[in-house]
């Protein structure tokens, strides 16, 4: 496969593609490897993206080496057959990285810019097959016009053609905020993801985060490595602190059927007589969720609507502590810290957020507690999470598309609307042969989102119904014959 980049570039007629992929992040790079994997047959693929680098997105664009994958190396492939690809590529290129953890292989955790690199390089090694394309364009695309194929606007002023659009746009980070609809003067004037927006708190500042998730943990430990010593008060709704991984493993006598046949709260009081048992035979807890792991998908789409929101209000925060777990050692520093005192936990909702000099006056109610708590402090840093509700997504592009009713809500206003395969819904309900998503924008539909192992499934599947839908054109016109 032949590469080459369009950077600025304003392209004065129409270019046509087979694929264009809007977005170059995890999700985007994994479509354009699996797509070069399967294609049969010359392949016109555009990526669209307007980072310099592909293969990072946000998740893996950080340049601080604590910040460590929350799934183990050998989970990472971006192959699920071949689930040593990433151990390999940590062997060619990074083996002296694994000296700074005691886990190695499976076991190992690697950086996030690491992963980011052997994205971008295994893309590389995928452009192979002859005939085939792959155009990156550094742009932003503003607008997709679909037809019989796709008329896509960039904000470049430069327009392309697709016969096939597959969204891969990453994520969005919540926008906090006192009150609805969002005003400027309520924002938080700080997020982790920023490249360098740490680098500004000095040594002996308070800081204040707001939520508990694992994007806490990125601000947490990058503030520590930059020595940082002064107090970080965190502040979620239920003041959980992330539990840890252990060694990969699995329990037996696990019933998927029983389980699904579960209301939520079955289900929660099942899985927590697993996990009992499993501690009671010397095994780590953990291992109940990796075993059910394969089947979270499963797990989401067998409940009903009424369950499934009764799941959003009572146990998803609950779960995603349980699920979404850290590296080992990044929880033990993390624990260290609060025995410190330099990590406090809070739990509780904010009420008021004013400006008091150089810094900022947060008042909080604390759960189970009448009265409000207030907290002064010199910066404030905003890990509320993603943003999964596309009518609030600032994104020209997103907004777009609802106008034209091209897209709608997921369920439960989470994400967009999809078929299991990935193909958009439309205001109607009408899913669009020639229109796919994946990650963050399917977390309505499949729960499980946002993860390598369900992103990397997601882009194969996709990949393969674009490539079958490739073919039955091609026959259909080897079945017509020569036009006139």
């Known amino acids: 496969m032949t590469q080459r980049t369009l950077a600025d570039a304003i392209v004065p007629t129409p270019d046509i593609f087979d694929v264009a992929i809007i977005g170059g992040g995890a999700s985007g790079v994994l479509t354009a490897i699996h797509l070069a994997k399967a294609a049969n047959a010359p392949l016109r693929i555009a990526i669209i993206e307007s980072r310099a680098e592909l293969?990072?997105?946000?998740?893996?664009?950080?340049?601080?080496?604590?910040?460590?994958?929350?799934?183990?190396?050998?989970?990472?492939?971006?192959?699920?057959?071949?689930?040593?690809?990433?151990?390999?590529?940590?062997?060619?290129?990074?083996?002296?990285?694994?000296?700074?953890?005691p886990f190695s292989g499976s076991c190992y955790f690697a950086s996030r810019e690491t992963y980011g690199r052997y994205l971008s390089q295994t893309l590389d090694d995928s452009l192979v097959t002859p005939g085939c394309s792959l155009v990156i364009l550094r742009d932003e695309v503003v607008r997709i016009a679909s037809g019989e194929t796709s008329q896509i606007e960039l904000a470049s002023g430069s327009r392309l053609t697709a016969a096939t659009v597959?969204?891969?746009?990453?994520?969005?980070?919540?926008?906090?905020?006192?009150?609805?609809?969002?005003?400027?003067?309520?924002?938080?004037?700080?997020?982790?993801?920023?490249?360098?927006?740490?680098?500004?708190?000095?040594?002996?500042?308070?800081?204040?985060?707001?939520?508990?998730?694992?994007?806490?943990?990125?601000?947490?430990?990058?503030?520590?490595?930059?020595?940082?010593?002064?107090?970080?008060?965190?502040?979620?709704?239920?003041?959980?602190?992330?539990?840890?991984?252990?060694?990969?493993?699995?329990?037996?006598?696990?019933?998927l059927d029983a389980l699904l046949a579960q209301s939520v709260r079955g289900r929660a009081r099942m899985l927590r007589a697993h996990a009992r048992l499993a501690q009671a035979n010397g095994a780590?807890?953990?291992?109940?969720?990796?075993?059910?792991?394969?089947?979270?998908?499963?797990?989401?789409?067998?409940?009903?609507?009424?369950?499934?929101?009764?799941?959003?209000?009572?146990?998803?925060?609950?779960w995603d502590v349980h699920r979404h777990r850290i590296a080992p050692q990044i929880a033990a520093q993390l624990s260290v810290l609060e025995t410190q005192g330099r990590v406090r936990y809070h739990a509780g909702h904010v009420r008021d957020l004013q400006a008091v000099g150089s810094g900022w006056q947060v008042g909080f109610r604390p759960k189970a507690r009448d009265g409000i708590e207030s907290l002064v402090v010199d910066h404030v840093l905003n890990c509320t999470g993603l943003q999964t509700n596309i009518e609030r997504i600032a994104s020209p592009l997103i907004r777009d598309l609802v106008s034209q009713g091209a897209i709608r809500s997921g369920p439960h206003h989470l994400g967009l609307d999809t078929d299991s395969d990935g193909r958009i819904r439309d205001h109607a309900g009408r899913a669009n042969d020639r229109f796919f998503a994946l990650g963050t924008l399917r977390i309505g539909q499949a729960w499980e989102s946002v993860a390598v192992p369900e992103l990397r499934?997601?882009?194969?599947?996709?990949?393969?119904?674009?490539?079958?839908?490739?073919?039955?054109?091609?026959t259909a016109e080897s079945a017509a014959g020569p036009a006139g």
Request: proline fraction near 5%.
């Open 457 to 474: 499934k997601q882009a194969q599947t996709i990949a393969a119904q674009i490539m079958s839908s490739q073919q039955t054109m091609r």
């Open 166 to 255: 597959v969204l891969a746009i990453g994520n969005f980070l919540r926008e906090f905020a006192l009150g609805d609809p969002v005003t400027e003067e309520t924002h938080v004037v700080k997020t982790p993801w920023d490249q360098g927006a740490l680098s500004h708190i000095a040594p002996d500042e308070t800081v204040l985060v707001l939520g508990g998730g694992l994007s806490m943990v990125d601000a947490v430990i990058e503030l520590a490595a930059r020595g940082h010593s002064a107090t970080i008060h965190i502040l979620s709704r239920h003041g959980l602190r992330p539990l840890p991984h252990a060694v990969p493993g699995q329990v037996k006598g696990i019933d």
């Open 284 to 318: 780590p807890w953990q291992w109940v969720m990796d075993t059910i792991r394969p089947h979270s998908e499963a797990l989401w789409v067998s409940l009903d609507a009424a369950e499934q929101r009764r799941f959003l209000r009572l146990i998803s925060r609950f």
């Open 55 to 101: 293969g990072k997105g946000m998740a893996y664009s950080t340049t601080c080496p604590e910040h460590r994958l929350n799934v183990v190396a050998g989970r990472m492939s971006a192959f699920e057959a071949d689930p040593d690809h990433f151990l390999r590529y940590l062997n060619r290129y990074r083996g002296a990285e694994s000296l700074q953890f």
